[in-house]
C-alpha cells in the first residue's frame, strides 16, 4: 500500500519558520501531483498547496499566500512545504496527499482533498508564544 510519512511538525512562536517534509514508502513521486492540507478538530480539511507534477506549478490558498513555499526535489524524492510568518491560526495537523495524476495541482481555488488518493498520517504544527 502507497503511503506518505510527514514530518517537521512542532511548536514555533508567531513569526517564526517550520519546514514540513513529506515522503513517500514505496513509491516514487514522480508524475504525481502533491498537495498540504490542514486540519483543526472538529473543522472541515482545508487545502493549503499543491505542486503540479508536470510543469512543477505551485499554488496556494489565500491564507497562506506569501508565507509559504512548496517545493520539490526529486534527488531526495521528498516533498516540502516552508512555513513562514506563522500565526496562531495557522496551527493545526498538516497533511500530505499524492494522486498520480498532472491536472488535479492547476489553480490556487482546485486544492482539493476528494482528489487525492494516498495520505499521510498528519504532523502537527502549533504557534504559539
Known amino acids: 500500500q502507497l503511503q506518505l510519512v510527514e514530518s517537521g511538525g512542532g511548536l514555533v512562536q508567531p513569526g517564526g519558520s517550520l519546514r514540513l517534509s513529506c515522503a513517500p514508502s514505496?513509491?516514487?513521486?514522480?508524475?504525481?501531483?502533491i498537495g498540504w492540507f490542514r486540519q483543526l478538530p472538529g473543522k472541515e480539511r482545508e487545502g493549503v498547496s499543491c505542486?503540479?507534477?508536470?510543469?512543477?506549478?505551485?499554488f496556494y490558498s489565500d491564507s497562506v499566500k506569501g508565507r509559504f513555499t512548496i517545493s520539490r526535489d526529486s534527488a531526495k524524492n521528498t516533498v516540502y512545504l516552508q512555513m513562514n510568518s506563522l500565526k496562531p491560526e495557522d496551527t493545526a495537523v498538516y497533511y500530505c496527499?499524492?494522486?498520480?495524476?498532472?491536472?488535479?495541482?492547476?489553480?490556487?481555488?482546485?486544492?482539493?482533498?476528494?482528489?487525492?488518493?494516498?495520505w499521510g498520517q498528519g504532523t502537527q504544527v502549533t504557534v504559539s508564544s
Open positions: 496527499a499524492a494522486v498520480r495524476a498532472d491536472y488535479v495541482c492547476y489553480n490556487d481555488f482546485a486544492i482539493l482533498d476528494d482528489e487525492y488518493d494516498y
Open positions: 505542486i503540479n507534477s508536470s510543469d512543477g506549478s505551485t
Open positions: 514505496g513509491f516514487n513521486l514522480d508524475g504525481y501531483d
